[in-house]
């Protein structure tokens, strides 16, 4: 008899005679390979998969624009630092020589006269 048929796991139950051995019945029983419940099992957990993956590429795209900011805002105040340390140097310069100068500077690195 065979073991499996058409994707089903098959079985017997052979009833015997006690006494003489002979067969006295047969019980048929079938089960298909693949049960409904490992099914489901494989889809929950492909979901999970599949959701732990957008949430990763999500925290990491969000980590992406944080940094790009950050750089953006960096650069601006790298940039000013520039700019003041280039008053103080121009300012030195105007103290060393007796000059009475002063020269400011705005945000955007423009210069700002200074009435008296």
């Known amino acids: 008899l065979p073991s499996s048929l058409g994707g089903f796991s098959t079985?017997?139950?052979?009833?015997?005679?006690?006494?003489?051995?002979?067969?006295?019945?047969?019980?048929?029983?079938?089960?298909?390979?693949?049960?409904?419940?490992?099914i489901d099992a494989a889809s929950t957990n492909i979901n999970a998969l599949l959701d732990a993956q957008r949430k990763k590429e999500a925290a990491e795209q969000a980590q992406a624009e944080k940094d790009?900011?950050?750089?953006?805002?960096?650069?601006?105040?790298?940039?000013?630092?520039k700019l003041l340390e280039t008053q103080q140097a121009v300012i030195k310069a105007c103290k060393e020589l007796g000059l009475n100068c002063q020269i400011l500077i705005d945000a955007e690195g423009n210069p700002v006269k200074n009435e008296p």
Do not use: P
């Open 68 to 81: 790009a900011a950050s750089k953006t805002v960096g650069a601006e105040l790298e940039r000013r630092k």
């Open 11 to 38: 079985s017997y139950k052979l009833k015997l005679d006690d006494m003489t051995g002979s067969l006295r019945g047969i019980e048929f029983g079938a089960k298909a390979l693949i049960q409904k419940s490992a």
